[in-house]
């Protein structure tokens, strides 16, 4: 099975600046998707950004945006102006397309500070 | 109306016991999944199904035995419950070669053995 490795579990950044989580994966497969997902205190889990493995454009989503280096298997994401409602774990997600098993990485406690 | 419901939302109970957890949803998809998150946070892959079949199963205790009626439902039946099994658990969705390939959750079932 594939393995997702989020090297840093613990970061904080202050409000407004910009924060990069990092992330590998190790896969053997040609198709595959990748995502980000956030988990506030509520522990809903919630999309933040997902990637195409056949796409070479990085994906972005407002404030949010990946650097997906394929040769590299490194799929790290970039949160700009940070804000308070940011602070969550975030999990770094791989998902096989063939059958849909998503693996997760360990996460990464990000505290926003005012 | 919410997408993926689980039920319960929280759950306290003794060792030895023996508890379900329910899980619905109304998205059309045909693969369901149950994650186990432990007390570092840590999500970890259960099972799998696709259309009622099982897909997915990883090491985990046959204690724990799900059970898909149908594809919209994915109930989980734990046996003789232990301090260990103690956990969010999460129920998820998605569709099979879909476009998009993103999981969609339930809001995790909090299970605490005494």
């Known amino acids: 099975a594939q393995t997702v490795t989020q090297s840093q579990p613990e970061m904080s950044v202050q409000e407004a600046e910009t924060v990069t989580l990092s992330c590998t994966y190790d896969t053997s497969e040609s198709n595959y998707y990748l995502f980000w997902y956030k988990q506030p205190p509520s522990r809903q889990m919630i999309l933040v950004i997902r990637?195409?493995?056949?796409?070479?454009q990085n994906a972005t989503e407002n404030r949010f945006s990946v650097n997906f280096q394929k040769a590299a298997k490194s799929f790290s994401l970039k949160i700009s102006d940070s804000q308070l409602g940011d602070t969550a774990m975030y999990f770094c997600?791989?998902?096989?397309?063939?059958?849909?098993?998503?693996?997760f990485g360990a996460g990464t406690r990000l505290t926003v500070k005012p | 109306d919410t997408a993926v419901s689980q039920t319960p939302k929280y759950l306290v109970t003794q060792m030895g016991n023996d508890k379900s957890i329910k899980c619905e949803q109304n998205l059309g998809h045909d693969t369901m999944y149950w994650y186990k998150q432990d007390s570092k946070k840590f999500l970890k892959i259960m099972f799998s199904y696709n259309n009622k079949e099982l897909i997915i199963n990883e090491t985990v205790p046959n204690r724990f035995s799900p059970k898909s009626p149908d594809k919209a439902h994915l109930n989980l039946h734990i046996n003789s419950l232990e301090l260990g099994d103690s956990a969010v658990y999460f129920c998820a969705s998605s569709q099979l070669g879909g476009n998009t390939g993103e999981l969609f959750f339930g809001e995790g079932s909090r299970l605490t053995v005494l």
């Open positions: 997600a791989f998902m096989n397309y063939n059958n849909n098993d998503m693996r």
């Open positions: 990637q195409e493995a056949y796409k070479q």
